[in-house]
């Protein structure tokens, strides 16, 4: 049995004091949210915290806010379940509840969260494995070990993006506020990550993130998202395809397309997705020319699962499926 390590547990129950705890516990203190990924990775020592903020108790980080015509505010805490369940979320931004509803299990969306979900840690096959594992191979880049075993002339890591509602949230033009001692800030989320398997993300190691907002939905925007996994029951996405587009009288006038599971951030394609705006949306000539400018741009590694030819070929299909999916 993989046990965790020792460490000490706080509950703040305001985000004034829990951002007070991280800056005065500094790098060897983390936030846990629902803890479906930072306690595997702790018992694995991927993670090693000896300070834990726990973000439960914090009330005010928790629900969806807002309506379609002016934009949501989700907090950070709100449950993947509630997330996939809000009414108000379905019928605004239905990609966002679908994304969530492929997340891994019922139990772990009832306990993950959104912020979490963004916060979420890169994958490989040589780093989501136990400490005896990666001890027994010398470790790698990532943490204690020398050699990246993906691309071992390389000097960085190239662990995958892997969270599900990363990709939805950047081609829908979502933001995030990331809260410190030093006051708030925004951002966009596509500006939330970075091409880096071990810093991937653009937030400061003192900072929570406390809320994302949704923009505006008048009606114009449509949204999809598909996802690749060995398993549809549970398994993190091999490869994921969020599209969005303004369509005003079936022509496209604003598109994005995000791809997950094929870097170290979610990639924006949005270059492909411009070459259907000011074409019908059900203009299959453009929605090929687009999948197939978009699959070049998502280029995976052999770090996670199925064969690496194979997943190229799956990427243009899928951003075929999504696209086809807003018509
Ligand atoms: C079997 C299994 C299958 C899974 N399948 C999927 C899947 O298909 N798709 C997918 O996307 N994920 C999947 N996951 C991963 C995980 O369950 C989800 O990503 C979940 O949303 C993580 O949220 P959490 O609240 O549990 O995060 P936590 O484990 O609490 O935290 C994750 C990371 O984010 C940081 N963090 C959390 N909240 C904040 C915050 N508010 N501010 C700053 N930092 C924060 C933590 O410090 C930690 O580093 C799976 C996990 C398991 C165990
Ligand atoms: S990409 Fe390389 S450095 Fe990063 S986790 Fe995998 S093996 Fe380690």
Redesign the pocket.
């Given at each position: 049995m993989m046990r965790l390590p020792r460490f000490q547990y706080f509950a703040p129950r305001t985000v004034a004091d829990a951002a007070a705890l991280l800056a005065e516990h500094g790098p060897n203190a983390s936030v846990v949210a629902g803890g479906t990924d930072l306690w595997p990775n702790m018992k694995r020592r991927q993670q090693t915290p000896t300070r834990v903020i726990g973000l439960r108790g914090v009330s005010a980080l928790r629900g969806v806010h807002g309506a379609p015509a002016s934009g949501f505010a989700v907090g950070a805490m709100t449950s993947l379940s509630d997330l996939e369940n809000d009414a108000a979320i379905a019928a605004a931004w239905p990609a966002l509840g679908r994304a969530a509803r492929l997340i891994s299990t019922p139990p772990l969306r009832n306990m993950g969260t959104l912020g979490g979900n963004l916060c979420l840690d890169t994958r490989?096959?040589?780093?989501d494995q136990t400490f005896e594992w990666r001890k027994s191979i010398d470790f790698?880049?990532?943490r204690d070990?020398k050699v990246?075993?993906?691309?071992p002339g390389s000097a960085r890591?190239?662990?995958v993006s892997s969270s599900d509602t990363a990709p939805v949230l950047s081609a829908i033009g979502a933001e995030v506020t990331l809260a410190s001692v030093d006051g708030e800030r925004r951002i966009a989320v596509r500006d939330l990550f970075r091409d880096d398997?071990i810093e991937y993300l653009n937030k400061r190691s003192n900072e929570i993130l406390t809320a994302i907002h949704l923009p505006a939905q008048d009606g114009s925007w449509r949204a999809s998202y598909r996802k690749l996994r060995r398993r549809e029951s549970f398994d993190f996405p091999v490869l994921g395809v969020a599209a969005a587009a303004r369509i005003v009288d079936g022509v496209v006038t604003e598109a994005r397309i995000v791809i997950t599971g094929a870097g170290s951030r979610p990639h924006d394609a949005s270059s492909a997705a411009a070459l259907l705006v000011g074409k019908r949306i059900d203009d299959r000539d453009a929605v090929v020319e687009a999948a197939e400018r978009a699959a070049r741009i998502a280029k995976p590694l052999d770090?996670t699962d199925f064969a690496l030819g194979w997943r190229k070929e799956m990427a243009r299909h899928h951003v075929t499926a999504a696209l086809t999916d807003l018509a």
């Open positions: 490989c096959n040589y780093w790698c880049l990532k070990g990246c075993w993906v691309a890591c190239w662990a398997g770090n």
